[in-house]
Protein backbone atom coordinates (compact mmCIF):
# COMPACT_ATOMS: atom_id res chain seq x y z
CA UNK A 1 0.00 0.00 0.00
CA UNK A 2 1.44 3.56 -1.07
CA UNK A 3 2.04 6.22 2.19
CA UNK A 4 0.13 8.37 0.60
CA UNK A 5 -2.97 5.76 1.87
CA UNK A 6 -3.72 5.81 5.18
CA UNK A 7 -6.06 3.24 6.91
CA UNK A 8 -9.04 4.20 8.96
CA UNK A 9 -10.56 0.92 10.32
CA UNK A 10 -12.59 -2.16 9.74
CA UNK A 11 -14.97 -1.00 6.90
CA UNK A 12 -17.70 -3.61 8.39
CA UNK A 13 -17.57 -1.44 11.92
CA UNK A 14 -17.26 2.05 10.34
CA UNK A 15 -20.32 1.21 8.12
CA UNK A 16 -22.20 1.03 10.81
CA UNK A 17 -22.24 4.78 11.45
CA UNK A 18 -23.14 7.08 8.67
CA UNK A 19 -20.89 10.14 9.61
CA UNK A 20 -18.76 10.17 12.49
CA UNK A 21 -15.26 11.56 12.95
CA UNK A 22 -12.11 9.77 12.44
CA UNK A 23 -8.32 10.48 12.46
CA UNK A 24 -5.99 9.89 9.59
CA UNK A 25 -2.45 9.91 11.28
CA UNK A 26 -3.01 14.05 12.71
CA UNK A 27 -5.73 15.31 10.35
CA UNK A 28 -9.42 14.89 11.82
CA UNK A 29 -11.86 13.61 9.16
CA UNK A 30 -15.31 13.95 8.48
CA UNK A 31 -16.26 9.91 7.31
CA UNK A 32 -19.66 9.46 6.08
CA UNK A 33 -21.25 6.07 4.60
CA UNK A 34 -24.37 6.20 2.41
CA UNK A 35 -25.45 2.79 1.16
CA UNK A 36 -22.04 0.91 1.96
CA UNK A 37 -20.66 3.77 0.01
CA UNK A 38 -17.73 6.09 1.89
CA UNK A 39 -16.50 9.70 1.47
CA UNK A 40 -14.41 11.71 3.35
CA UNK A 41 -13.32 15.13 3.85
CA UNK A 42 -11.76 16.93 6.58
CA UNK A 43 -13.61 17.43 9.81
CA UNK A 44 -12.81 21.10 10.45
CA UNK A 45 -15.85 23.58 9.07
CA UNK A 46 -14.77 27.05 7.43
CA UNK A 47 -16.74 29.09 9.38
CA UNK A 48 -15.41 28.55 13.06
CA UNK A 49 -13.83 24.79 12.99
CA UNK A 50 -16.55 23.41 13.99
CA UNK A 51 -16.48 19.36 14.02
CA UNK A 52 -17.79 18.20 10.55
CA UNK A 53 -17.71 14.79 11.76
CA UNK A 54 -19.78 15.36 14.89
CA UNK A 55 -22.87 16.74 12.36
CA UNK A 56 -25.34 15.56 10.60
CA UNK A 57 -26.64 14.44 7.38
CA UNK A 58 -28.72 16.25 5.06
CA UNK A 59 -28.87 13.97 1.59
CA UNK A 60 -25.23 14.12 0.47
CA UNK A 61 -24.66 17.14 2.75
CA UNK A 62 -22.41 17.38 5.98
CA UNK A 63 -24.09 19.83 8.39
CA UNK A 64 -22.13 21.51 11.22
CA UNK A 65 -23.17 20.87 14.59
CA UNK A 66 -22.08 24.26 15.77
CA UNK A 67 -23.85 26.46 12.91
CA UNK A 68 -25.39 24.88 10.36
CA UNK A 69 -23.01 25.13 7.63
CA UNK A 70 -23.22 22.64 4.67
CA UNK A 71 -20.89 20.72 2.80
CA UNK A 72 -21.12 17.94 0.38
CA UNK A 73 -19.59 15.09 1.60
CA UNK A 74 -18.53 13.69 -1.32
CA UNK A 75 -16.58 16.72 -2.82
CA UNK A 76 -16.43 19.08 0.18
CA UNK A 77 -18.07 22.00 -2.00
CA UNK A 78 -20.53 24.19 -0.21
CA UNK A 79 -24.24 24.10 -0.24
CA UNK A 80 -25.91 25.35 -3.60
CA UNK A 81 -25.30 28.94 -3.35
CA UNK A 82 -22.29 28.65 -1.23
CA UNK A 83 -19.85 26.30 -3.53
CA UNK A 84 -17.15 29.02 -3.34
CA UNK A 85 -16.66 27.74 0.14
CA UNK A 86 -14.99 24.48 -0.03
CA UNK A 87 -13.57 21.95 2.49
CA UNK A 88 -10.57 19.33 1.48
CA UNK A 89 -12.07 15.75 0.25
CA UNK A 90 -9.83 12.59 0.07
CA UNK A 91 -10.15 9.95 -2.54
CA UNK A 92 -11.48 6.83 -0.01
CA UNK A 93 -11.28 2.88 -1.14
CA UNK A 94 -12.42 -0.28 0.40
CA UNK A 95 -9.44 -3.21 0.26
CA UNK A 96 -9.03 -6.20 2.03
CA UNK A 97 -12.11 -4.92 4.29
CA UNK A 98 -10.36 -2.06 5.31
CA UNK A 99 -11.12 1.21 4.76
CA UNK A 100 -8.04 3.30 2.75
CA UNK A 101 -8.14 7.28 3.02
CA UNK A 102 -5.41 9.24 0.68
CA UNK A 103 -3.88 12.26 2.23
CA UNK A 104 -1.87 13.71 -0.54
CA UNK A 105 -4.89 13.55 -3.05
CA UNK A 106 -6.84 16.14 -1.38
CA UNK A 107 -8.58 18.96 -2.88
CA UNK A 108 -8.01 22.44 -1.93
CA UNK A 109 -9.70 24.37 0.92
CA UNK A 110 -11.28 27.55 -0.23
CA UNK A 111 -13.19 30.29 1.79
CA UNK A 112 -15.65 32.40 0.09
CA UNK A 113 -15.40 36.07 0.65
CA UNK A 114 -17.89 36.63 3.49
CA UNK A 115 -19.01 40.00 4.12
CA UNK A 116 -18.72 40.73 7.95
CA UNK A 117 -21.52 41.78 10.15
CA UNK A 118 -21.95 45.11 11.14
CA UNK A 119 -21.11 44.54 14.65
CA UNK A 120 -18.06 42.83 13.96
CA UNK A 121 -16.49 46.02 13.38
CA UNK A 122 -13.91 47.64 15.98
CA UNK A 123 -15.26 49.11 19.20
CA UNK A 124 -14.42 53.20 18.58
CA UNK A 125 -16.15 55.34 20.33
CA UNK A 126 -17.37 57.86 17.87
CA UNK A 127 -17.11 61.67 19.47
CA UNK A 128 -19.86 63.59 20.51
CA UNK A 129 -21.98 63.63 24.00
CA UNK A 130 -22.78 61.48 26.71
CA UNK A 131 -24.98 58.47 25.35
CA UNK A 132 -27.64 57.16 27.59
CA UNK A 133 -29.57 53.98 26.42
CA UNK A 134 -32.61 52.84 28.73
CA UNK A 135 -33.37 49.00 28.27
CA UNK A 136 -37.35 48.46 29.44
CA UNK A 137 -37.67 45.09 30.69
CA UNK A 138 -41.21 44.84 31.15
CA UNK A 139 -43.65 42.43 29.09
CA UNK A 140 -46.82 43.57 28.03
CA UNK A 141 -49.59 42.72 25.94
CA UNK A 142 -49.18 43.80 22.32
CA UNK A 143 -51.51 46.55 21.64
CA UNK A 144 -52.91 46.62 24.81
CA UNK A 145 -50.28 48.42 26.69
CA UNK A 146 -50.67 49.39 30.50
CA UNK A 147 -48.76 51.00 32.99
CA UNK A 148 -45.24 50.07 33.85
CA UNK A 149 -44.00 51.75 37.16
CA UNK A 150 -40.03 50.71 36.44
CA UNK A 151 -41.09 52.21 32.33
CA UNK A 152 -42.30 55.08 33.99
CA UNK A 153 -39.18 55.60 35.99
CA UNK A 154 -36.35 54.79 33.52
CA UNK A 155 -38.60 57.56 31.22
CA UNK A 156 -37.46 60.12 34.02
CA UNK A 157 -34.17 59.27 34.33
CA UNK A 158 -33.65 59.58 30.34
CA UNK A 159 -35.45 62.92 30.71
CA UNK A 160 -33.03 63.71 33.41
CA UNK A 161 -29.87 62.88 31.69
CA UNK A 162 -31.39 64.50 28.00
CA UNK A 163 -31.52 67.52 30.71
CA UNK A 164 -27.99 67.02 31.00
CA UNK A 165 -26.99 67.65 27.73
CA UNK A 166 -26.39 63.59 26.79
CA UNK A 167 -27.98 61.79 23.66
CA UNK A 168 -30.85 59.42 24.64
CA UNK A 169 -32.18 56.08 23.21
CA UNK A 170 -35.10 53.71 24.27
CA UNK A 171 -35.00 50.24 23.61
CA UNK A 172 -38.03 47.76 25.07
CA UNK A 173 -37.47 44.84 24.61
CA UNK A 174 -41.36 43.51 24.53
CA UNK A 175 -41.11 45.19 21.06
CA UNK A 176 -37.96 43.25 19.64
CA UNK A 177 -38.30 39.77 18.17
CA UNK A 178 -35.83 37.59 19.07
CA UNK A 179 -34.85 34.44 19.56
CA UNK A 180 -33.80 32.58 23.07
CA UNK A 181 -30.10 31.45 24.17
CA UNK A 182 -29.98 28.52 22.12
CA UNK A 183 -26.75 26.91 24.16
CA UNK A 184 -24.16 27.06 21.06
CA UNK A 185 -21.48 27.02 23.74
CA UNK A 186 -23.14 23.91 25.66
CA UNK A 187 -21.27 22.89 22.15
CA UNK A 188 -17.77 23.94 22.68
CA UNK A 189 -16.47 27.11 23.68
CA UNK A 190 -15.72 28.39 20.30
CA UNK A 191 -19.28 27.83 18.80
CA UNK A 192 -20.47 31.11 20.91
CA UNK A 193 -19.16 34.18 18.81
CA UNK A 194 -19.02 37.68 18.69
CA UNK A 195 -21.60 38.71 17.09
CA UNK A 196 -23.97 35.60 18.40
CA UNK A 197 -24.48 32.62 16.32
CA UNK A 198 -28.16 33.62 16.29
CA UNK A 199 -27.79 37.28 14.48
CA UNK A 200 -25.28 35.80 12.39
CA UNK A 201 -27.45 33.15 11.07
CA UNK A 202 -30.63 34.79 11.37
CA UNK A 203 -30.76 37.82 9.73
CA UNK A 204 -35.03 38.32 11.52
CA UNK A 205 -33.45 38.23 15.33
CA UNK A 206 -33.60 41.40 16.13
CA UNK A 207 -31.49 42.08 19.64
CA UNK A 208 -28.90 43.26 16.94
CA UNK A 209 -30.72 46.76 18.25
CA UNK A 210 -29.31 45.74 21.93
CA UNK A 211 -25.69 44.52 20.88
CA UNK A 212 -25.62 48.23 19.01
CA UNK A 213 -26.45 49.91 21.87
CA UNK A 214 -24.17 48.02 24.36
CA UNK A 215 -21.46 47.67 22.73
CA UNK A 216 -20.68 50.24 19.87
CA UNK A 217 -23.17 53.37 20.81
CA UNK A 218 -23.92 53.64 24.73
CA UNK A 219 -21.66 55.45 27.43
CA UNK A 220 -24.39 54.99 30.09
CA UNK A 221 -27.01 51.91 30.37
CA UNK A 222 -29.80 52.08 32.35
CA UNK A 223 -31.90 48.74 33.03
CA UNK A 224 -34.99 48.95 34.19
CA UNK A 225 -37.23 45.62 35.40
CA UNK A 226 -40.40 44.46 37.29
CA UNK A 227 -39.85 42.52 40.22
CA UNK A 228 -41.71 38.42 39.09
CA UNK A 229 -41.43 36.21 41.86
CA UNK A 230 -38.14 37.46 43.65
CA UNK A 231 -36.75 38.04 40.19
CA UNK A 232 -35.82 39.93 37.53
CA UNK A 233 -38.63 40.06 34.75
CA UNK A 234 -37.55 36.85 32.23
CA UNK A 235 -37.52 39.08 29.21
CA UNK A 236 -34.53 40.52 31.26
CA UNK A 237 -32.94 36.84 31.62
CA UNK A 238 -33.68 36.05 27.77
CA UNK A 239 -31.03 39.02 27.15
CA UNK A 240 -28.85 38.41 29.69
CA UNK A 241 -28.36 34.73 27.92
CA UNK A 242 -28.54 36.32 24.84
CA UNK A 243 -25.61 38.87 25.56
CA UNK A 244 -23.33 35.00 26.92
CA UNK A 245 -21.50 35.99 23.59
CA UNK A 246 -20.50 39.47 24.84
CA UNK A 247 -18.90 38.01 28.23
CA UNK A 248 -17.59 34.84 26.56
CA UNK A 249 -15.26 36.73 24.75
CA UNK A 250 -13.44 37.42 27.36
CA UNK A 251 -12.89 34.25 28.50
CA UNK A 252 -12.36 32.53 25.29
CA UNK A 253 -10.29 35.00 23.22
CA UNK A 254 -9.08 37.32 26.04
CA UNK A 255 -10.88 40.11 24.10
CA UNK A 256 -13.48 42.98 26.07
CA UNK A 257 -15.95 44.89 24.35
CA UNK A 258 -17.29 46.55 26.99
CA UNK A 259 -14.84 48.89 28.23
CA UNK A 260 -15.37 52.74 30.53
CA UNK A 261 -18.74 52.26 30.09
CA UNK A 262 -21.43 52.56 33.19
CA UNK A 263 -24.81 50.87 34.23
CA UNK A 264 -27.57 51.87 36.54
CA UNK A 265 -30.43 49.73 37.64
CA UNK A 266 -34.51 50.45 38.59
CA UNK A 267 -36.30 47.87 39.94
CA UNK A 268 -39.94 47.52 41.11
CA UNK A 269 -42.10 45.18 41.94
CA UNK A 270 -45.40 44.06 43.89
CA UNK A 271 -43.15 41.74 45.46
CA UNK A 272 -40.05 41.47 47.38
CA UNK A 273 -36.11 40.47 47.18
CA UNK A 274 -35.07 44.10 45.72
CA UNK A 275 -31.84 43.19 47.30
CA UNK A 276 -31.31 39.39 45.24
CA UNK A 277 -32.71 40.71 42.10
CA UNK A 278 -29.93 43.94 42.44
CA UNK A 279 -27.51 41.80 43.21
CA UNK A 280 -28.02 39.27 40.37
CA UNK A 281 -27.91 42.56 37.83
CA UNK A 282 -24.85 44.05 39.44
CA UNK A 283 -22.71 40.51 38.97
CA UNK A 284 -23.81 39.97 35.60
CA UNK A 285 -23.02 43.39 34.51
CA UNK A 286 -19.60 43.55 36.20
CA UNK A 287 -19.29 40.37 34.40
CA UNK A 288 -19.49 42.23 31.21
CA UNK A 289 -17.49 44.77 32.01
CA UNK A 290 -19.16 47.79 32.82
CA UNK A 291 -18.70 50.18 35.87
CA UNK A 292 -20.98 51.38 38.45
CA UNK A 293 -21.63 54.73 40.33
CA UNK A 294 -22.32 55.14 44.00
CA UNK A 295 -25.49 53.82 44.54
CA UNK A 296 -25.94 51.86 41.15
CA UNK A 297 -29.55 51.16 41.64
CA UNK A 298 -33.00 52.46 43.12
CA UNK A 299 -35.54 50.16 43.95
CA UNK A 300 -39.15 50.38 45.66
CA UNK A 301 -41.02 47.72 46.45
CA UNK A 302 -44.44 47.21 49.29
CA UNK A 303 -43.41 43.70 50.00
CA UNK A 304 -45.21 40.32 49.83
CA UNK A 305 -48.54 41.03 50.83
CA UNK A 306 -48.90 43.99 48.71
CA UNK A 307 -51.51 42.04 46.05
CA UNK A 308 -53.44 45.43 45.64
CA UNK A 309 -51.62 46.23 42.22
CA UNK A 310 -53.59 49.45 41.68
CA UNK A 311 -52.28 50.71 45.00
CA UNK A 312 -48.33 49.49 43.80
CA UNK A 313 -48.60 51.41 40.59
CA UNK A 314 -50.53 54.62 42.26
CA UNK A 315 -47.53 54.46 44.46
CA UNK A 316 -44.62 54.53 42.06
CA UNK A 317 -46.58 56.52 39.45
CA UNK A 318 -47.53 59.32 41.97
CA UNK A 319 -44.00 59.35 44.11
CA UNK A 320 -41.83 62.08 43.45
CA UNK A 321 -39.42 60.55 45.65
CA UNK A 322 -38.55 57.97 43.33
CA UNK A 323 -39.00 59.77 39.90
CA UNK A 324 -36.06 62.28 41.88
CA UNK A 325 -34.18 59.15 42.78
CA UNK A 326 -34.50 58.23 38.68
CA UNK A 327 -32.97 61.25 37.77
CA UNK A 328 -30.32 61.58 40.05
CA UNK A 329 -29.46 58.11 39.32
CA UNK A 330 -29.20 59.20 35.96
CA UNK A 331 -27.15 62.17 36.95
CA UNK A 332 -24.47 59.95 38.63
CA UNK A 333 -23.99 57.50 36.15
CA UNK A 334 -23.75 59.94 33.58
CA UNK A 335 -20.83 61.74 35.90
CA UNK A 336 -18.67 58.74 35.73
CA UNK A 337 -19.17 58.26 32.29
CA UNK A 338 -18.04 61.70 32.19
CA UNK A 339 -15.04 61.16 34.20
CA UNK A 340 -14.09 57.66 32.80
CA UNK A 341 -14.49 59.06 29.25
CA UNK A 342 -11.89 62.26 30.39
CA UNK A 343 -9.16 59.89 31.22
CA UNK A 344 -6.47 57.99 28.77
CA UNK A 345 -8.64 55.04 27.96
CA UNK A 346 -7.89 51.59 29.86
CA UNK A 347 -6.71 49.22 26.93
CA UNK A 348 -5.92 46.50 29.32
CA UNK A 349 -7.21 45.24 32.78
CA UNK A 350 -6.01 41.84 34.15
CA UNK A 351 -8.68 39.49 35.43
CA UNK A 352 -7.50 38.16 38.71
CA UNK A 353 -9.43 34.46 39.34
CA UNK A 354 -11.12 34.48 36.13
CA UNK A 355 -7.95 33.28 33.54
CA UNK A 356 -8.27 33.42 29.74
CA UNK A 357 -8.22 30.11 28.41
CA UNK A 358 -7.24 32.07 24.48
CA UNK A 359 -9.50 29.12 22.89
CA UNK A 360 -8.86 30.73 19.51
CA UNK A 361 -5.03 29.23 19.81
CA UNK A 362 -6.79 25.98 20.50
CA UNK A 363 -8.62 25.88 16.90
CA UNK A 364 -8.28 22.41 15.18
CA UNK A 365 -5.89 23.28 11.94
CA UNK A 366 -7.44 24.07 8.81
Known amino acids: MSEDWVDLGSAETLARRTLQRVKAGAVP ?4 CIDGAFAAIHSACN ?3 GPLGEGT ?3 EYIVCPWHQWKFHRQTGVGEPGFEADRIPAYPVKVENGRVLVNLAAATRRSRAPHEPHPLERAVRRVEGPVRVVGLSTTAMQKGAPRYSGSDHLLESALATAKAQGCETQLIKLDQLKFRACEGFYSKAARACTWPCSITQMDDKDELTAVYE ?3 HWADVVLVATPIRWGQASSLYFKMAERLNCVQNQVTTHDRVLIRNKVAGFIIVGGQDNVQGVAGQMLGFFAELGF ?3 QFPYIA ?3 GWTAEDMENNMASVRDSKELHDGAGQLAIRAVELARRLLATDPVT ?5 GRKAHRLADRSQPL
Open 348 to 352: TVERG
Open 57 to 59: LDG
Open 29 to 32: IALS
Open 213 to 215: ALV
Open 300 to 302: HSR
Open 291 to 293: HFP
Open 47 to 49: HAG
